[in-house]
């Protein structure tokens, strides 16, 4: 997100229109495959499944989401592309965990979000998503999420330290050649 304001450091305007239209694509996606919104940061989206209703195959909603995101940003990027306007590029981390979710901030402001350990593992892993030793990844989950999604076949990535964590964590990714499990269309 950094170069792409760069970029427009002299017409927020014209940042907002294009990150508008990325979240606007990617949230439709979420929503279609049952997930809940919890906030936008930047060009981030923050997104959960199973809250507030019970969503029995939710690790294989989070997954399928996440590859309908990855293949619908080629699209977009097409199209600015042609447009004349920067390229966005994405990375997904996935974890299944227990959270606590609800209404959550202080006396003067809160909103409906989710906390826990699960959640931040979740951010870790889209910090590792397409950087550095892990480039070539564009969805990272936890082994916790793979283990719930039969749908599925994964590329088994390895090990990784992160951040604020002692333990290893074992990381996979999706094969792109696995038929999607829901459709985004």
Not at 8 to 15: S, T
Not at 40 to 52: E, Q
Not at 92 to 99: K, L, R, S, W
Request: overall charge neutral; charged content about 25%.
């Amino acid at each position: 997100f950094t170069p792409i304001s760069e970029k427009y450091k002299n017409d927020p305007e014209g940042l907002t229109r294009l990150i508008n239209r990325f979240l606007t694509c990617m949230t439709d996606i979420v929503i279609k495959n049952g997930g809940t919104i919890d906030k936008f940061m930047g060009d981030c989206i923050m997104a959960f499944w199973n809250a507030p209703l019970i969503t029995d195959d939710h690790q294989a909603k989070a997954v399928a989401t996440a590859k309908q995101m990855k293949l619908s940003l080629i699209k977009l990027n097409n199209k600015f592309k042609a447009e004349g306007l920067p390229s966005i590029n994405i990375g997904i981390g996935i974890n299944t965990g227990e959270v606590l979710f609800g209404n959550m901030g202080s006396e003067q402001r809160f909103d409906y979000s989710i906390l826990g350990d699960a959640v931040n593992l979740a951010a870790r892993l889209e910090a590792a998503a397409g950087r550095n030793d892990y480039k070539e990844w564009k969805i990272i989950i936890s082994e916790s999420t793979m283990k719930k999604c039969k749908e599925f076949d994964f590329d088994s990535i390895g090990k990784i330290k992160v951040k604020g964590k002692e333990e290893l964590i074992t990381i996979y990714s999706p094969l792109t050649s696995t038929v999607s499990y829901l459709t985004s269309e």
